[in-house]
T-cell receptor, first 112, second 113 residues
Framework: QKEVEQNSGPLSVPEGAIASLNCTYS??????FFWYRQYSGKSPELIMS????GDKEDGRFTAQLNKASQYVSLLIRDSQPSDSATYLC????????????FGTGTQLKVEL | ETGVTQSPTHLIKTRGQQVTLRCSSQ?????VSWYQQALGQGPQFIFQ???????GRGNFPPRFSGLQFPNYSSELNVNALELDDSALYLC????????????FGSGTQLSVL
């Protein structure tokens, strides 16, 4: 079982729709969770962090965490073509130390 | 812009050669981590340096080595290059008290022929 699993996609949504990206992780003791956006040929950019169960909203982005189910998700409201990118889920394993374990990423395509 | 700079941006080497990649961390950040990202994959943790000491290592062979300097800049060295070493190498800096957030540089694209 991979430590952090994501559907590779591509996930296609129409402009203005809600995009829902999902991630599961295997280390039950993980405490910190991150979503990074990566445009083709560029480096990852941190867009959301979440540490507690529930929802965390930042503009059009909402991160959701359910530690009991070992599940973290990212919702993007009012999706724009500029949101088209690969979204990487990253988990800080037990013991932390700023060493992230990444999923393989989900490619999102927002269509006009 | 994260303030983390990497050089060079692109590099082509042949199998068996050695390579050195460089990273300048964001001002005030004392921790540098290196990641390898193969095409179509997520970044994989190579190692981390904190105050000039190695502070954790991923599942990479000893031919991957590193340094951190007193100004917190860092180098990644790879000896005896293999074709599978072709990847984007990412440097990320972080600081105590920033909630474990990493800030990535733009990366070095290494091609091994």
């Amino acid at each position: 079982q991979k430590e952090v699993e994501q559907n590779s996609g591509p996930l296609s949504v129409p402009e203005g729709a809600i995009a829902s990206l999902n991630c599961t992780y295997s280390d039950r003791g993980s405490q910190s969770f991150f979503w990074y956006r990566q445009y083709s040929g560029k480096s990852p950019e941190l867009i959301m962090s979440i540490y507690s169960n529930g929802d965390k909203e930042d503009g059009r982005f909402t991160a959701q965490l359910n530690k009991a189910s070992q599940y973290v998700s990212l919702l993007i409201r009012d999706s724009q073509p500029s949101d088209s990118a690969t979204y990487l889920c990253a988990v800080m394993p037990t013991g932390g130390g700023n060493k992230l374990t990444f999923g393989t990423g989900t490619q999102l395509k927002v269509e006009l | 812009e994260t303030g983390v700079t990497q050089s060079p941006t692109h590099l082509i080497k042949t199998r068996g050669q050695q390579v050195t990649l460089r990273c300048s961390s964001q001002s005030g950040h004392n921790t540098v981590s290196w990641y390898q990202q193969a095409l179509g994959q997520g970044p994989q943790f190579i190692f981390q340096y904190y105050r000039e000491e190695e502070n954790g290592r991923g599942n990479f062979p000893p031919r991957f080595s590193g340094l951190q300097f007193p100004n917190y800049s860092s180098e990644l060295n790879v000896n005896a290059l293999e074709l599978d070493d072709s990847a984007l190498y990412l440097c990320a800096s972080s600081a105590e008290g920033l909630g474990e957030k990493l800030f990535f540089g733009s990366g070095t694209q290494l091609s091994v022929l």
